[in-house]
């Protein structure tokens, strides 16, 4: 069974970092394009940042709100992905999700198929 599980949430600060990661269990998923989105209360889930896979170049993208701050990175090798987050904002508070599928539309939530389950993260002012 494919899962995607995220950790390293938390509460910090506002102008503090933390580091997101995301273990799947399938190594197809090296192949995969993987993301991360996020949602807070009341709001739909929204794009944040997301890696293509070895079928293409790896490059990365980010939604203009978290770009200079996040940073996105994978570990085939241990089937990981990662996302640093410095300088946060109170405005970043949301549930955290990693995603994975094969997809051109990269900043859409439909063009992934596995999600993991959630990891908050809140920042305070």
């Known amino acids: 069974q494919v899962q995607l599980v995220e950790s390293g949430g938390g509460s910090v600060q506002a102008g503090g970092s933390l580091r997101l990661s995301c273990a799947y269990s399938?190594?197809?998923?090296?192949?995969?394009?993987l993301a991360w989105f996020r949602q807070a209360p009341g709001r739909e889930r929204e794009f944040v940042t997301r890696?293509?896979?070895?079928?293409?170049?790896?490059?990365?993208d980010y939604a203009d709100s978290v770009k200079g701050r996040f940073t996105i990175s994978r570990d085939n090798a241990k089937n990981t992905i990662y996302l640093q987050m410095n300088s946060l904002k109170p405005e970043d508070t949301a549930a955290y999700y990693c995603?994975?599928?094969?997809?051109?539309?990269?900043?859409?939530?439909?063009?992934?198929?596995?999600w993991g389950q959630g990891t908050q993260v809140t920042v305070s002012s």
């Open positions: 399938a190594r197809t998923f090296s192949r995969f394009t």
């Open positions: 890696i293509w896979g070895t079928w293409s170049d790896g490059s990365t």
């Open positions: 995603a994975a599928g094969i997809t051109n539309d990269g900043r859409s939530a439909s063009g992934y198929n596995y």
